[in-house]
């Protein structure tokens, strides 16, 4: 063969397998080409339509305020804050796409680059270990798809993340997918990921806290700073180098990143400054809006609350019914621990260290009350173990806990102090860390690894239980309402929904019903003995009694009430009737049911403490009564108010027995039993003690002509407090600390008399007018025509009682 041949004879050759392999890649386009066509044609008419997104609206958080727009609580089931794209940093877009889809910008929907390479991964670990999605995809399996793992759904999130970028700009799917995607801890999209992991805002983020967060939507849960910071650090570090790679950033400022902690902000539950007050709105929303859209709409709900005045109160109510609580001394430990037996404490279970959601708590900081059992004991103190850390409480962090009899000697006060005669080792007690010391003997016994030792005090979490309610008597905004010791004991909610007998502080409303049909604060009753012997069934012979268990002969009312007389107010009520009593309690806002009988003059019937406090302010507020508001208004997301509310009300008492009425409770607290106030505060206050039969409950409600704020204290299931629990002395100190705040910085205002009232001279004891000018004189307030004059009397009456009494309590003052 010659050369020549063997030429031609190759050039066929080639030619040949040119035109073969030219008719395979015909065909294999075509294969290719019919594929597509045929899975487009079967599977884009399964698709959702990918127009929805124009109207992408995800799930938001309703956000309530205060009334200085201070934000109190969220409610969502995906904490989202939508953040447009320009206010978002460039740095942490640039993070994402390197981290998530170095390609976005070049290709159309598919990032088939990082396909391939999580096929090889894949196939290599033998198990679906990467994912190739690009952003793109992610949206689309995010919003319109499911998260399963089929061939079918990938096929779908194919064909929809074209159909995407064929519609919407690469800076509108980056804005979705920014705004979309889950970064744990219940946080979705970058601002609410800056605000759980960082406490700030996403414009505030340092270039290594944008990396970490860049670094989440692969796995949250695996890379979480919290339980996994090595994981999150070598993830940064991921984030970091990837950004260099794309030239996002220098390879300096990425190990400058790398070097930054992570400085992380505590992790917090859902936001709720103001439990007690914000259940009851959320209940009202979820009535009014459902469920779906209170959690998921995005709402802004204005409220009336003032949260510095929330604070104070629910600060003032956990102080005021712990010294209550160990007042009234200890109730023993919580069980016992025989470590000889094996047993050993569940500290887990003792101590939590996860919240409801799940959230990491730690549970031994300065302050926490915690559970630990008892090692040893001696005449100095307690040795207590908590979770084998050594914890000391001195005897004299004990002296609460003894109950001391003033009928015994001093030897035997002195043997009571010993902390041997109220704990033993193992008992299981409720203590409060007071203070962590450091000790360099790490690692000994009752020592932590760290070297941590506790000063500890005796403590117990209190078995009494109060109420709150503070009101602006001049448009019935509530600025403050708890409605017990702590929500997450007990949801109850005792301002609004317990019913309590409110004993003498029920009385200003008889007296004012008084005030407007013939008496006078200077009106005189016959404080005396007085026996119903026609009383009805049980009660016959009833024999009602004033709280010091003795008489005082004539009583003007004004004195009645400083000192809360019984009787007379007994008497009064006769002379008005009963059922002038209730009109006027109707009048005043209570709503509950109220006993046809005596008994009403001794708060014998159950009320709220939200009507109660209502009824006051409109003392305070010269008989116009408005009703309690919480809402001011709610806006949808885009901001347009969807409802709104005004104060509503209206005069239920005439302004002249009203103020009288106000002018007589000046004394209670100038004078009378709540004294203690007057040398407190250095404005006008008025105000009425109450407490029920055996100390059941204790009542202080007070107000000034801005603000009428009541207090309750008692215990859930009706038991007494406590010998002398009276209001003054249970109710009256919260009622203290929280007022303290809520007048700061507000000028003293009195009340002012409306032109019906007049003044006159009259002896205290007499309520006769007089010219003395020394101290048994002072001038009273009257409407004009019922003042007394020279001669003429002031007695009303001093009747023994035609009525038939019911059940009623000998109440305190």
């Given at each position: 063969m010659t050369g020549r041949t063997a030429a031609r004879r190759a050039g066929f050759g080639t030619r040949k397998l040119l035109v073969v392999l030219f008719a395979l890649s015909v065909f294999g386009v075509g294969a290719v080409m019919g594929g597509g066509w045929f899975v487009w044609s079967r599977y884009?008419?399964?698709?959702?339509?990918?127009?929805?997104?124009?109207?992408?609206?995800?799930?938001?958080?309703?956000?309530?305020?205060?009334?200085?727009?201070?934000?109190?609580?969220?409610?969502?089931?995906?904490?989202?804050?939508?953040?447009?794209?320009?206010?978002?940093?460039?740095?942490?877009?640039?993070?994402?796409?390197?981290?998530?889809?170095?390609?976005?910008?070049?290709?159309?929907?598919?990032?088939?680059?990082?396909?391939?390479?999580?096929?090889?991964?894949?196939?290599?670990?033998?198990?679906?270990?990467?994912?190739?999605?690009?952003?793109?995809?992610?949206?689309?399996?995010?919003?319109?798809?499911?998260?399963?793992?089929?061939?079918t759904r990938k096929i779908k999130e194919a064909i929809l993340s074209l159909e995407l970028e064929r519609r919407y700009t690469k800076e509108e799917i980056l804005e979705v997918y920014l705004n979309h995607i889950y970064y744990g801890h219940g946080a979705y999209g970058v601002e609410a990921a800056a605000q759980v992991y960082f406490g700030k805002s996403v414009g505030e983020l340092s270039l290594a806290q944008m990396a970490m967060i860049a670094g989440l939507p692969k796995a949250p849960t695996n890379y979480t700073p919290f339980r996994h910071p090595e994981r999150a650090l070598d993830r940064r570090r991921h984030c970091l180098n990837r950004m260099v790679d794309v030239g996002a950033i220098t390879a300096e400022q990425g190990d400058a990143a790398a070097a930054e902690p992570f400085n992380l902000a505590p992790l917090q539950k859902p936001l709720n400054r103001a439990p007690w007050f914000t259940e009851l709105v959320r209940r009202d929303l979820e009535k009014t809006y459902g469920a779906d859209t209170l959690y998921r709409g995005g709402l802004t709900v204005r409220t009336t609350l003032d949260l510095t005045l929330q604070e104070a109160a629910q600060t003032a109510m956990i102080e005021g019914l712990e010294a209550t609580d160990k007042r009234l001394g200890y109730r023993g430990p919580l069980g016992k621990i025989d470590r000889a037996k094996g047993e050993t404490p569940a500290w887990d279970t003792l101590n939590p260290k996860e919240d409801d959601l799940g959230r990491t708590i730690e549970p031994y900081v300065v302050g926490a009350r915690v559970k630990g059992v008892v090692t040893a004991v001696d005449k100095e103190?307690?040795?207590?173990?908590?979770?084998?850390?050594?914890?000391?409480?001195?005897?004299?962090?004990?002296?609460?806990?003894?109950?001391?009899?003033?009928?015994?000697?001093?030897?035997?006060?002195?043997?009571?102090?010993?902390?041997?005669?109220?704990?033993?080792?193992?008992?299981?007690?409720?203590?409060r860390i007071d203070a962590i010391e450091k000790v360099k003997t790490r690692g000994a016994d009752g020592v932590s690894a760290d070297g941590r030792r506790y000063v500890l005090s005796l403590d117990q979490t209190p078995g009494v239980q109060g109420a709150l309610v503070a009101i602006d008597p001049r448009s019935g905004a509530v600025r403050a309402l708890v409605g017990g010791y702590d929500p997450q004991q007990?949801?109850?909610?005792?301002?609004?929904?317990?019913?309590?007998?409110?004993?003498?502080?029920?009385?200003?409303?008889?007296?004012?019903?008084?005030?407007?049909?013939?008496?006078?604060?200077?009106?005189?009753?016959?404080?005396?003995?007085?026996?119903?012997?026609?009383?009805?069934?049980?009660?016959?012979?009833?024999?009602?009694?004033?709280?010091?268990?003795?008489?005082?002969?004539?009583?003007?009312?004004?004195?009645?009430?400083?000192?809360?007389?019984?009787?007379?107010?007994?008497?009064?009520?006769?002379?008005?009737?009963?059922?002038?009593?209730?009109?006027?309690?109707?009048?005043?806002?209570?709503?509950?049911?109220?006993?046809?009988?005596?008994?009403?003059?001794?708060?014998?019937?159950?009320?709220?403490?939200?009507?109660?406090?209502?009824?006051?302010?409109?003392?305070?507020?010269?008989?116009?009564?408005?009703?309690?508001?919480?809402?001011?208004?709610?806006?949808?997301?885009?901001?347009?108010?969807?409802?709104?509310?005004?104060?509503?009300?209206?005069q239920v008492i005439?302004?002249?027995?009203?103020?009288?009425?106000?002018?007589?409770?000046?004394?209670?607290?100038?004078?009378?039993?709540?004294?203690?106030?007057?040398?407190?505060?250095?404005?006008?206050?008025?105000?009425?003690?109450?407490?029920?039969n055996n100390y059941n409950d204790a009542w202080f409600i007070g107000f000034t002509p801005d603000l009428a704020c009541g207090v309750w204290v008692g215990r859930d299931d009706n038991t007494p407090l406590g010998r002398s629990e009276t209001g003054s002395r249970a109710a009256i100190p919260i009622w203290e600390r929280f007022m303290k705040t809520a007048v700061k910085g507000r000028a003293p205002l009195d009340f002012t008399p409306p032109p019906q009232v007049v003044f006159v001279r009259v002896d205290k004891k007499t309520g006769q007018p007089t010219r003395a000018a020394d101290g048994s004189a002072f001038f009273e307030a009257f409407i004009d025509g019922t003042e007394p004059t020279f001669g003429r009397p002031a007695t009303v009456g001093d009747g023994e009682g035609e009525d038939a009494p019911a059940p009623a309590p000998t109440p305190a003052p």
């Open positions: 884009a008419g399964e698709i959702p339509d990918p127009g929805a997104l124009a109207q992408y609206q995800p799930s938001l958080v309703t956000r309530v305020y205060d009334a200085n727009d201070a934000l109190v609580a969220e409610y969502f089931v995906e904490k989202r804050i939508l953040t447009p794209l320009d206010k978002i940093p460039h740095n942490l877009v640039m993070a994402t796409i390197a981290v998530e889809d170095a390609h976005f910008f070049e290709h159309h929907g598919i990032n088939f680059e990082g396909i391939v390479r999580a096929m090889f991964a894949n196939l290599m670990a033998g198990r679906v270990v990467q994912g190739g999605s690009s952003i793109t995809q992610q949206v689309a399996k995010q919003i319109f798809l499911s998260s399963e793992r089929t061939f103190g307690a040795t207590i173990d908590i979770e084998g850390v050594v914890g000391r409480a001195a005897a004299a962090s004990m002296a609460w806990a003894h109950k001391a009899d003033p009928d015994q000697n001093a030897l035997w006060a002195a043997k009571m102090e010993d902390p041997r005669t109220i704990l033993s080792p193992g008992d299981l007690v409720e203590v007990s949801s109850f909610n005792r301002a609004t929904q317990a019913l309590r007998q409110p004993g003498s502080s029920f009385k200003p409303i008889i007296y004012t019903a008084a005030l407007a049909n013939g008496f006078t604060p200077a009106s005189v009753v016959i404080d005396a003995p007085i026996i119903y012997d026609r009383a009805l069934n049980e009660y016959a012979g009833w024999k009602p009694m004033n709280f010091e268990q003795k008489f005082f002969g004539p009583t003007t009312l004004r004195e009645a009430v400083t000192h809360s007389r019984n009787v007379v107010t007994i008497k009064v009520l006769e002379k008005i009737g009963v059922k002038t009593a209730i009109e006027y309690a109707r009048r005043f806002g209570v709503e509950t049911p109220l006993d046809d009988n005596l008994g009403l003059a001794l708060g014998a019937s159950p009320v709220r403490v939200i009507d109660m406090v209502a009824a006051y302010g409109t003392l305070a507020n010269g008989g116009f009564r408005y009703d309690p508001m919480m809402v001011v208004a709610v806006e949808g997301p885009d901001g347009k108010v969807v409802e709104s509310h005004e104060p509503t009300g209206e005439d302004p002249a027995p009203a103020y009288l009425m106000a002018n007589i409770m000046k004394s209670v607290v100038d004078e009378g039993t709540a004294s203690s106030l007057g040398q407190t505060f250095d404005r006008p206050l008025a105000g009425k003690t109450g407490t029920t």
